[in-house]
Structure formats: structure tokens, C-alpha cells
């Protein structure tokens, strides 16, 4: 699947793509090679998006060429797309929720028998979890499991199938850094058959280890595309915003008092939607001002601790304080009342209404009371208001304050629910991957926003699979494992190492338990 002698695999040329009010892709230029790790960076709004779906047939191109095996071609459809032989993982995930993980996994797969054997597919998917190190449960439900477990699916499927042109949307974000290590191994093996993979992630130091070039957009243009052996970090961060990021250890300007406690969970155990145990007997404090970080891979119980501090699911036995009053669980108001706000992981279903505006999904939280409403009438002028002034400190990108929520970027997406969570003066900030699927200006702008709530005293649970984002930010690390909290280690004495092997399910000495 190449250009004719050049090693090309894909070669698009001259891309253009408009939406009302914007270009999306402006002539950009892009090739990937047979047998290569192809990175695409680029913020969010770039253009990345715009153009993996042009390349999968989900858009048609307003002007440009796509050459695949030399061949001037247009795809009508996604399934002509994956016929070709490219496949990809979406960030926003395509799937059945109803069906199991293996019915997603052959779901629109011709070469799948009428009548399903199940257990023979379920055999496979096994097999190929396990080769590829993407541990899910086949016979699962999509709809019980986690975001991290569905991406997995989402990634099992595109093998299933044996696509030849792989494009991954952050296949990382739910492992440890063992694990991607292997799945880096994976790839690399992958394109020594012959495939090639592109690579979309924000996690620059990934890019800097799995990928052969980058190219990076910015304004739905082409900036450069560069050798990652001839590059680093910092130039590629410097290439996708147009100026210098540095992450390093945040300096707090408010030292974070662990003595007065502002959340307290004692004893507590919860059930995950299959009835089984997701929490079992976790206890931990967060003190104002302090920011604790929980890592872990996704699906060790991190998404039920987030959802029972937040009053989304209730614990079994347990109980959990703010400011030493008791909050009953699986009642979100009873949480939200007690100053508790929460940043879900999965924010455009959960954390927002996607079809709603902007504006309206600014105050679901304040709708009840005034000034945005009054004697049970929402006030329309004190909406509108109180989103432009939110819009505008937060520097969400919308052509309105009316627009509806699922047309914005990932980044912006964020920083309305951000927007609406720090907007209510919490005393507790439950903040669930606050940082997956942003771009590095965004992470940069999140990452100030969690410390400044932190200054003001807020007490931040910050849970991620990002160990980098966890080192960088939090004053106390905690680990998860099968619903436990495994180790409990001050953010001088932790290192990357130490909390891959908590996460892997590791003894480790020195660690309070």
C-alpha cells in the first residue's frame, strides 16, 4: 500500500475542509510511510480531527487529493474507508453500549458468519487482548465498562479487523507506563509487518518514544513535519502553540494544610453496575488546599470513588464527611449542597447535556436558585450573562453562547464543564482525567486552574492514569488497585517507577498502606 517507489502508504495533498463560520483544514499537506509511527500533534481545534476523518471517509474533502497505492482516491464512506484497509480509533467512542465487548468487536464485520458463535469469537478477542496487551472482558456489557476499558475495545476492533493503516487517538491514556511501554513494543512490531501507524496524542514524551516523523498542525494548517530523533519536547511544543511551554513541577503560592481536613472517606466499599465490588474498604483524606492525586490503570475502581464522593452511586457501607458533616451518598444534591464539584472522565455524557448550549449547560447547577432564576422562572438575560462572563474567563472557543455543546473542540469542551464546576465556589474538587485528550496549552490552562482552587483552599482529588500530570501537581500521591488503596506516598519521595508498579498490583515497602 505504497506510492510507487517512495514507501508512501498515504499521501494527502492540499486538504481543505469549511464548516459554517470556520476552515477546519486549510490546504494541508500530510504523508505517512509504509512501516512507520507517524505523530500528529496540533491543539485542540487544529484540524487533527478534521482531517483523520477525511482520511476514514466520515468527511468528504472540499478540496485536496487523498493517494493511497498511488491512487488519486475518495472514500464515499467509513466501511469503504476500512475496506481499504485504514482503521481508527476515535476519541469519542463508537459503540453500542447495549451489545458485549465482542458483538462491538464483529459488529458490521461481513466476514462474520449470520448466526454468531460466540464462544469462538469470544476465543478470539481473547487472543488478541492478551497479544496486544488490552485486557477486557469479552463477555462484558460496553455500558459497564469504564471509559479506559472501551477504549480498549475500540482498539481491539480496528486489529480485528486487520486494518493496514492504524490511526489512534490517544491509545495511551489508560495505561501504566509499563504497559505502554509494551504497547509501544506492539507498534513497532506492527510496523515492521509492514503497517503504519498514525499516532495522535498530547502526551509529548510518548510521541518523542514510539514515533519515527511528527507533523503538526496548527489553524488547520501544516507547520512543519520533522524527524523525532532531530527534535524534542520542547520544539514540538513550541511548533503546536507558537510559543514556549514548560511543564515542571508546580510551585504553590499556598502551602496546603493536610491537617484540616475538608473530605474524609472512612471504610468506604461500593458495587460497580455489574454488582461487583469496585471499592473495597477505602478510607482517605484530602486537606484544604491540598491536592491528592489517585493513580491508577483505569477500571481498578478510580471511576466509583469519583461517583460515590459526587453522590452519583452510593456506597454500600462507609461513610464520607465535608468538613466533618456527613454527606449521604447517591444523592447528588445532598454532595453538591455540601460544596463537593466534580470534573467526570467522561465529560461530554456525563459531565454535560451535549445537545444543549453552552450557556444552558453553564448553570445546571444554579438553575434552581437566583439570579438565574426566580419564583421558578429561569431569567434568559442572567443565562446568557453569566455565560458570556464565564466564556470569556475561561476562553472557551464558541462562535455563541447558544451553540450546542457537542460541536465544540474536546478542549472546549472541557473548559465549559471546568467553567461551570470552579464557578461554584467548591469546598471539594473531585477532578477525573481533567487533562485527557488536550492539547498542551489547554493542559497548561487546566493545570493552573486546578492549582488556583487549590490556593483559595479548595481540597483537589485529582484522579489520573497521567503520572506525569499527578508528579507535576499533587502534594500526596494515592494508588488504586482492585478497588484498594495500595500506597500512599508524599510527591517528593514518588517517581514514576514506584507508582507503575503500585498501579500493576506491586508490593512495595515504604509505602503507607
Known amino acids: ?26 490546504g494541508v499537506e500530510f504523508e505517512a510511510r509504509v512501516g512507520e509511527v507517524h505523530a500528529l500533534l496540533g491543539e485542540n481545534g487544529a484540524g487533527k480531527s478534521t482531517l483523520s476523518n477525511i482520511l476514514t ?34 476519541q469519542h467512542f463508537r459503540l453500542v453500549s447495549s451489545f458485549s465487548v465482542a458483538e462491538n468487536i464483529v459488529l458490521g464485520d461481513d466476514s462474520t458468519d449470520f448466526l454468531l458463535d460466540s464462544r469462538s469469537i469470544e476465543a478470539r478477542v481473547e487472543d488478541l487482548s492478551t497479544r496486544y496487551g488490552l485486557a477486557v472482558d469479552p463477555r462484558a456489557k460496553v455500558w459497564q465498562l469504564s471509559v479506559g476499558e472501551q477504549q480498549r475495545v475500540e482498539i481491539l476492533k480496528v486489529l480485528y479487523r486487520g486494518a493496514r493503516i492504524l490511526i489512534l487517538d490517544e491509545p495511551t491514556a489508560v495505561l501504566t507506563p509499563q504497559e505502554a511501554d509494551v504497547l509501544f513494543t506492539t507498534l513497532r512490531a506492527m510496523v515492521a509487518e509492514g503497517r503504519t501507524v498514525i499516532f495522535i496524542s498530547h502526551k509529548l514524551d510518548e510521541v518523542m518514544a514510539v514515533s519515527d516523523r511528527v507533523t503538526v498542525l496548527r489553524g488547520g494548517k501544516t507547520v ?23 511543564f515542571n513541577r508546580v510551585e504553590r503560592s499556598v502551602a496546603a494544610d493536610a491537617s484540616a481536613v475538608v473530605l474524609s472517606l472512612e471504610s468506604v466499599s461500593a458495587l460497580d453496575d455489574r454488582g461487583n465490588t469496585a471499592l473495597n474498604d477505602v478510607s482517605l483524606t484530602v486537606g484544604r488546599g491540598e491536592i491528592v492525586g ?25 461513610t464520607i464527611s465535608v468538613n466533618g458533616q456527613t454527606v449521604q451518598t447517591g444523592r447528588v444534591r445532598k454532595s453538591i449542597s455540601a460544596g463537593i464539584a466534580h470534573v467526570p472522565e467522561d465529560r461530554l455524557h456525563t459531565g454535560l447535556a451535549p445537545s444543549h448550549s ?3 449547560n453553564l448553570v445546571l447547577k444554579s438553575y434552581r436558585s437566583s439570579p438565574i432564576s426566580r419564583l421558578t422562572v429561569l431569567v434568559q438575560k442572567m443565562i446568557r450573562s453569566n455565560a458570556e462572563q464565564l466564556v470569556e474567563k475561561y476562553d472557551v472557543k464558541t462562535p455563541s453562547t447558544e451553540t450546542p ?11 465549559v464543564l471546568l467553567a461551570r464546576e470552579f464557578s461554584t465556589d467548591p469546598q471539594v474538587l473531585v477532578a477525573a482525567s ?13 493545570r493552573a486552574r486546578l492549582v488556583e482552587a487549590a490556593d483559595r483552599g479548595v481540597g483537589v482529588l485529582l484522579i489520573s492514569e497521567d503520572l506525569e500530570e499527578i508528579l507535576s501537581l499533587a502534594d500526596r500521591v494515592l494508588v488504586m488497585y482492585e478497588g484498594r488503596i495500595v500506597g500512599n506516598v508524599p510527591a517528593e519521595a514518588a517517581n514514576r517507577e514506584m507508582l507503575g508498579l503500585l498501579m500493576g498490583g506491586a508490593e512495595l515497602q515504604g509505602s503507607d498502606r
Do not use: W
Open 1 to 26: 500500500m505504497a506510492d510507487e517507489g517512495t514507501g508512501i502508504a498515504v499521501r494527502m495533498t492540499g486538504i481543505v475542509k469549511r464548516f459554517p463560520g470556520i476552515v477546519a483544514n486549510d
Open 57 to 90: 471517509g466520515l468527511y468528504r474533502p472540499d478540496e485536496g487529493h487523498i493517494f493511497l497505492q498511488g491512487v488519486d482516491t475518495h472514500f464515499a464512506s467509513p466501511r469503504a474507508a476500512l475496506d481499504a484497509g485504514i482503521g481508527m480509533v476515535h
Open 224 to 246: 512543519g513535519t520533522v524527524n523525532t530523533k532531530e527534535s524534542s519536547t520542547r520544539d514540538l511544543a513550541r511548533l503546536m502553540v507558537g510559543r514556549e511551554v514548560v
Open 294 to 318: 489517585v493513580a491508577g490503570v483505569s477500571g481498578n475502581g478510580q471511576r466509583e470513588l469519583a461517583e460515590v464522593i459526587a453522590g452519583m452511586r452510593a456506597g454500600s457501607v462507609g
Open 358 to 360: 453552552v450557556q444552558d
Open 405 to 415: 455543546v457537542r460541536l465544540l473542540s474536546g478542549g472546549n469542551v472541557q473548559k
Open 434 to 446: 481533567p487533562t485527557r485528550g488536550l492539547d498542551v496549552g489547554a493542559i497548561e490552562s487546566v
